[in-house]
């Protein structure tokens, strides 16, 4: 099993930037994706961003790809989201999530381990 741990939310003025730290614990060495998703008050979970342990690929929702990065620390264990240019539709409790399988966050139900969340405000 894995335990993932999100921080870094909190209030931000539109334009300004976040970084999300997800810290992982357990059997690090079981994913094999890394993602990121966020959700709204009475909205599903929207997918946001996925990274590849073993090598350079990502993934990137439409509403986020320029403005976002999602990377690994060296020992690739560890998840980060970069966000910048953050916009009011960002507002959202965001998760990471990890997936034994090889598999973007799109597939949500495919990824067995999930953090608490952290609530990102921007106004």
């Known amino acids: 099993h894995v335990q993932l741990v999100e921080s870094g939310g909190g209030s931000v003025q539109v334009g300004g930037s976040l970084r999300l730290p997800c810290e992982a614990s357990?059997?690090?060495?079981?994913?094999?994706?890394l993602g990121w998703s966020r959700k709204e008050p009475g909205k599903d979970r929207e997918p946001v961003a996925t990274?590849?342990?073993?090598?350079?690929?990502?993934w990137y929702a439409d509403s986020v790809k320029g403005r976002f990065t999602i990377s690994q620390d060296n020992g690739r264990k560890n998840l980060y989201l970069e966000m910048n240019d953050l916009k009011v539709e960002d507002t959202a409790t965001y998760f990471c999530a990890a997936n034994p399988d090889l598999a973007t966050i799109e597939i949500q139900w495919s990824y067995l381990y999930w953090g608490q969340g952290t609530q990102v405000t921007v106004s």
């Open positions: 357990g059997n690090t060495d079981e994913p094999t994706c």
């Open positions: 990274i590849y342990r073993h090598g350079p690929m990502t």
